[in-house]
T-cell receptor, first 112, second 112 residues
Framework: GAGVSQTPSNKVTEKGKYVELRCDPI?????LYWYRQSLGQGPEFLIY????????DSGLPNDRFFAVRPEGSVSTLKIQRTERGDSAVYLC??????????FGPGTRLTVL | AQTVTQSQPEMSVQEAETVTLSCTYD???????LFWYKQPPSRQMILVIR??????QNATENRFSVNFQKAAKSFSLKISDSQLGDAAMYFC?????????FGKGTRLHILP
């Protein structure tokens, strides 16, 4: 596609549930990044993939958060046992190697 | 650790006038990239301008220019001939090898 796409656009879930957020990067981009943006804040880094492997997952807040990129293209961010504090906009970005990052429109997650 | 500080939570400017958004950062690295991103209500992060630290010349992109002071670790954004479409959140950002570190943002209002 022409840009980074993310689905769903909005996700409402209940505390304790499991959610998956999907990111489709720009075709050919080898690097993929996940960020979390809480209300009134700038995005915060979660994890970075180079190809299929997680090259840096230092931003994942705890073991409830996990991300995969099995074929080096689409990525899924998985959150187990969601908590109200997980409510935020989750942004995905991709780049060619370590070049300029292009962002998707984000998924707004609301945990009730 | 690298940090990015934006000291102006909100700013307003009259349409067609010029406005400057401030940003300071802290790093011990000598080579890095700095960015200004725009985030309209659609949530999409849009790259406005980027600066490579090893380049002394300030970057410009049409009505957008930066004042990069490496020794002072300052990176301000100047928007000339402000337009209604410039209204958005603006984030200053620093790129370390695998991730971008964002400031908290400045909300820019354009007054008609």
């Amino acid at each position: 596609g022409a840009g980074v796409s993310q689905t769903p656009s909005n996700k409402v879930t209940e505390k304790g549930k499991y959610v998956e957020l999907r990111c489709d990067p720009i075709s050919g981009h080898t690097a993929l990044y996940w960020y979390r943006q809480s209300l009134g804040q700038g995005p915060e880094f979660l994890i970075y993939f180079q190809g299929t492997g997680a090259a840096d997952d230092s931003g994942l807040p705890n073991d409830r958060f996990f991300a995969v990129r099995p074929e080096g293209s689409v990525s899924t961010l998985k959150i187990q046992r969601t908590e109200r504090g997980d409510s935020a906009v989750y942004l995905c970005a991709s780049s060619l190697n370590s070049g300029t990052q292009y962002f998707g429109p984000g998924t707004r997650l609301t945990v009730l | 650790a690298q940090t990015v500080t934006q000291s102006q939570p909100e700013m307003s400017v009259q349409e067609a006038e010029t406005v400057t958004l401030s940003c300071t950062y802290d790093t011990s690295e000598s080579d890095y990239y700095l960015f200004w991103y725009k985030q309209p209500p659609s949530r999409q992060m849009i790259l406005v301008i980027r600066q490579e630290a090893y380049k002394q010349q300030n970057a410009t992109e049409n009505r957008f220019s930066v004042n990069f002071q490496k020794a002072a670790k300052s990176f301000s954004l100047k928007i000339s001939d402000s337009q209604l479409g410039d209204a958005a959140m603006y984030f200053c950002a620093y790129r370390s090898p695998s991730k971008i570190i964002f400031g908290k943002g400045t909300r820019l209002h354009i007054l008609p």
